[in-house]
C-alpha cells in the first residue's frame, strides 16, 4: 500500500516555518539588535497560510509529491523576510537608506499575496481534479493568454509601463498594479501542452535529414515560428526580453519532449539567437542589455543618478548587485547587515543579490537548490505521469522555472545579459507569486494523479483474467 | 517522451551548475577585485566609516598635514557612528602629491599608498584586531612625505604667478633623491571630491576630466616635453665619457651655420657666431651654442647618445615615486643629421620635469642618479614605524670625473656674463649663492602657439648641492627669462637665503 506521506511533508512545513521565523527575528537581530515588529503576526499568518495549504492538499490531492509544497512554503516565506528586511532599511530608526520604491505597508502586502497565492493554490486543487481536463481548453486559454500578452503593448504607456524602465508589461488601475504576462505563462503553457499533444505525430515527422539530424518538414515549422514572431513582438513591444525567452524558452522545450527530435530543439535555439542579434542591432534597448553585460563597469555605462533610483536604465543596477554579492562573500554579511539598499528595484528582480549580499554564497547556494529542487520534484512528476497532455505540461511548467531561475540569476550575476523578469516566490508582487502558487497547484495534482494508486483490481479466486480499470 | 524529459533534466541540471558555478567565481574569486572598483558605493560608504590616515609633508620647514580626515558633525550617518570627511588643508598647491581619493578612482599618494592610508595594509593587522578588541574605531597609519613645506610653497607660487601657463616644476636632494617638491599648473582644489554627494561629485568629476587645461594632470611626472638646450647636458656627457671630447677645454667646431650631412643647415640660436666658430666646448656650453653640440652629437653617434641618456635614467617607463613616471624619451638614432637635431634636444626628444631635475641632480651627486622618491615613513595610529625609504643608487649616469666637468660648464652658465642664466640666476639676481644650471628654450612643434616651451635645471649650491631642480614652463619664451627664477625662487626658499 503506497503511501500519501502527508505527514513528512507537514513535518518539512514545520521546518519550513521555523527557517522563515528564525530568519525574520535574524533581520530585528541585525538591523536594531531587537526582536522585529510584526515577528507575532507575520509569523503567524504565515504559519496559518501554509497549515491551510497543508489540509487542502491532504482534503484534495493526497497523493501528491510532499516535497513541493515545503519547498514552495520555504521560498515564499525567504522572500517576505527579505522583503521585510529591506522596506525597514533606513526606517523606523534602522540603520541604511530608505528605499522609495518599497513602501511602508509592502510586507503586509506581501504576505497578502501569500494567502491570495495559497488561495489560488487551493483553488487549482480544487476545481482540477485531473490536468487533463484543461485539454479540452486548449485553444481557449491560448487565446486569453494571448489576449493577456497584448494588453499592455496596446494601452497607453502610462497605464502599462513601469515607471522609468521602459518595460510596457503591467496594467495599472489606481494604484493597483498587476501584470497579466505572468498569467499567461499558465493559460500558454497549457495550450502548448494541448496543441503539441494532438500535433506531436505530425511533427515529430522527418523530413529530410542533414549532417545527422531529421530536419522538420518545412509546412510543420509553421507553429514555431509563430511562437517566436509572438516572442519577438513582445520584445520590442514590450521591452520585456526576459519573459520573451522564458515563453520562447517553454515553447521549444515542450515541442521537444513532445516530439523527441533534437531538430526542433536546435531550431528553436538558433531562431532565438538570431531575433536577439538582428533586435540588439535594430532596437537600441536591446543592443544596450549586450553592451552593459559586456562592458558593465565602463563609468559611461556604469553611473546614474542615484535619486530617483527607478531611472536607471544603465548598468548602475546590474553593478550595484554585483558589488552587493562582492560583499557577501563567502558567508555573507548576516541578514540586515549589507547594504542592499543600494541596488535600485532590488525588491523585484534582484533581491537574489540582497541574499547574496547578506546570506553569502553559501545562502545563495542553498536558495538555488532549493530551486533546484522544486524543478527536479516538477520533472519527477511529469516522468511518472502517464498521461501525455499531464506529462508535457507538468514537464513544460518544471522546466520554465528551471528557465526563469537561470535567466533572472544568470543575469544578475553576470553570466548571461540582464533581462527582467521576477525571481519565482522571492521577488515582491502579488502576479508572480500568484501565478507561482497556481504553477506549484498544477505540478501537486499531476504528482497527485502520478501517484495515485490504481483502483484495486477485483479478485475473484475463480476467474484467471483481471480486469483492470483506468 | 520520457527519454526527453530525462535529457531535459540534464538541461536544467547544466542552468543551476552553470550559475552555482558563476555565483562561486563572483562571490569567492571576483569579491575582492569588486570590492575595490571605484565606482562601488559600498566601499565607499565604508571609507566615511573610519579614519583614514593623514598625509604630512615632513621636509625642512615641516612637519605640515596635507591630506586628514575629520569627523563630521551633525551629518546623519547610517550607523550612528562618526563619519568622517577627507579634507586638504592646502588644496590645489599639494594636489599633484596628495592626489584625491574617490569613488571614482583616486590618485597621487592617496592611491599608491591607499592600504596605509585606509589600514588595509597586512602590517597593519595586528593592531587592526587590538583595535577590534578594544573597541577603538579603525584608523589609518599616517604617510609622511619628504616634501619639504617651504619649497613646495615657492614652487607653487611661482607657477602660479607665471602668467597662467602651463607648468611643472620639480625639486629633489640630489645625494638621496627625496623630492622636496612637485608642483604642476594648472591645478585643482582636491577638497572639491570629498563631498558625500554621489550626484553632486560626478558633476565635479566630470567638469574636471573636461576641462581642457587639464588640471588633474600631474605635470611633473607624467607630461613630456622637449628638452632644448638643457640637453647638452647629456650632449656633453656623451662627449666627455665616450672620449669624443677630451673635455670643457677643448675646442669644438661652431660654424654659423651647420651644414648637415643631409645638406640640411642648423643655426645657433638667433643665427648668432660661437666665439668666432671655434669655441671651447665650455664656452660654446654657456652660451648654448647649437652647432657646437650638433657637432659632439654627430662624433658620439645617435646610439652612444641614447645609451647616455638611458644612464641619466631615460626611457625607464618602469620608474615609480610611487606613481607612475611617464618616460622621458630619446630615440635611436642611426642618421647622423638627425642626431645632430636630437643633440639639441629637439625632433623627437621628450623629457618630463623629474627627469631635468634628475640630470642635474646627476651631475650634482658626483654622477650618481639617487632614486627619487617621496616616501620618508609610515607611521601607525600607535606611532610604530611601518615602513621607510632607504635611498639606494638607481644608476651611474657618468664617472665623477666627468661629473665634475659638466659641473664646472653648468657653473659658467650662471656665473659668467656672457652665461645665458647670468642675469636671472647669476649674482646680479642671488648675489653670492652660486647655482649650477642649464637654460633650454625649446620649439615646441606640437603647441603650435610660435612661443617656445622654456626649460631650466639646475642645483644649488654648486659647491655643496642641497637641491636640484628641473622646471618646464609650457610656451613661456626663453629658458632664461620663464623657467630660472621659478627655480630661483624655490631653491631661495629651500636654503633660506635671499
Known sequence: MPRGRRRTELLMLAFAVAVVLFAYANVGFGLNGKLPAGLAEYGLAFAAIVLVAHFAVRKLAPWADPL?????????????????????????????????????????????YSALGVAAFVAVLFFIREVRVLQRYTYTLGAIGLIL???????????????????????????????????AELALAVFFAGYLVAKRDVLALAGRRFLGIDL????????????????????????????????????????????????WLLIGILLFISGAYVASKLFSHVGAR???????????????????????????????????????????????????YFTPLVQSDFIMTAFGEELGLTGLMAMLLIFGLLVQRGLRAAVAVRDPFSKLLAGGLAFAIALQVFIIVGGVSRLIPLTGITTPFLSQGGSSLLTTWALVALLMRVSDTARRPAPQPIQDEGMTQVVRAG | MNRALFRLSLACLVMFVLLLVNINYVQGFEASSLASKPGNARTFDQQFQYQRGSIIADGTGGPLTIANSQPVKGDSSSSGNAIYQRHYPHGAMYAPITGYD??????????????????????????????????????????????????????????????????????????????????????????????????????????????PSQPLLNRAINQTYPPGSSFKIITGSAGFSTGKVAGPQATIAAPQPLTLPNGNTLNNDADETCFGGHPQVIQAFLLSCNTAFANIGMKVGGPGLQSQANKFGWNDSNLTIPMQVSPSVIPRITDQSLTAISSIGQLDD???????????????????????????????????????????????????QVASEVGSMMVQVTQNPDGTAYQTAGPPAVGSLVIAGKTGTAENTVSGAGLDDAVFTCYAPASNPQIAVGVIVKGGGFGADAAAPIAVKIIEAYLGVH
Open chain 1, 216 to 263: 522538420p518538414r518545412a509546412r510543420d515549422l509553421g507553429p514555431v515560428l509563430i511562437a517566436w514572431g509572438v516572442s519577438l513582438l513582445l520584445l520590442v513591444f514590450e521591452s520585456d526580453i526576459g519573459t520573451s525567452a522564458l515563453f520562447f524558452g517553454m515553447f521549444v522545450a515542450m515541442m521537444y519532449i513532445a516530439t523527441q527530435r533534437t531538430s
Open chain 1, 149 to 183: 500578452l497584448a494588453i499592455p503593448a496596446v494601452l497607453p504607456d502610462r497605464f502599462s509601463e513601469i515607471p522609468g524602465t521602459g518595460a510596457k508589461i503591467q496594467i495599472a488601475i489606481g494604484g493597483f498594479t498587476i501584470q497579466p504576462e505572468q498569467f
Open chain 1, 68 to 112: 513541493l509544497l515545503p519547498l514552495a512554503a520555504l521560498l515564499n516565506g525567504l522572500g517576505i523576510v527579505m522583503i521585510y528586511r529591506l522596506q525597514e532599511s533606513g526606517r523606523n530608526g534602522n540603520p541604511g537608506t530608505q528605499i522609495t520604491t518599497i513602501a511602508a505597508s509592502t510586507t503586509a502586502a506581501q504576505v497578502m
Open chain 2, 350 to 400: 621628450q623629457v618630463t620635469p623629474l627627469q631635468e631635475a634628475l640630470d642635474a641632480a646627476a651631475i650634482a651627486n658626483h654622477g650618481k642618479v639617487m632614486r627619487p622618491y617621496l616616501l620618508q615613513s609610515v607611521q601607525a595610529p600607535d606611532l610604530t614605524t611601518l615602513a621607510s625609504t632607504t635611498p639606494s643608487v638607481l644608476t651611474q649616469a657618468v664617472s665623477s
Open chain 1, 290 to 340: 549586450f553592451t552593459e553585460w559586456l562592458h558593465p563597469f565602463t563609468s559611461a555605462n556604469v553611473f546614474c543618478n542615484p535619486t530617483p533610483a527607478a531611472h536607471c536604465v544603465s548598468s548602475y543596477q546590474l553593478v550595484q548587485g554585483l558589488y552587493g554579492m562582492g560583499v557577501g562573500g563567502i558567508l555573507g554579511t548576516g541578514l540586515g547587515h549589507g547594504q542592499p
Open chain 2, 102 to 211: 574617490t569613488v571614482y578612482g583616486a590618485t597621487g599618494i592617496e592611491s599608491a599608498y591607499n592600504k596605509y592610508l585606509a589600514g588595509t595594509s597586512p602590517s597593519l593587522a595586528v593592531h587592526n584586531l587590538i583595535s577590534l578588541l578594544t573597541g577603538k574605531a579603525k584608523q589609518g597609519a599616517s604617510v609622511n612625505l619628504t616634501v619639504s613645506p617651504k619649497a613646495q610653497k615657492a614652487a607653487y607660487q611661482a607657477l602660479l604667478s607665471d602668467g597662467g601657463h602651463q607648468a611643472a616644476v620639480v625639486a629633489l636632494n640630489p645625494s638621496t633623491g627625496a623630492i622636496l617638491a612637485m608642483a604642476s599648473y594648472p591645478s585643482y582644489n582636491p577638497n572639491l571630491l570629498t563631498t558625500f554627494d554621489g550626484a553632486k561629485l560626478n558633476k565635479i568629476d566630470k567638469q574636471l576630466l573636461a576641462d
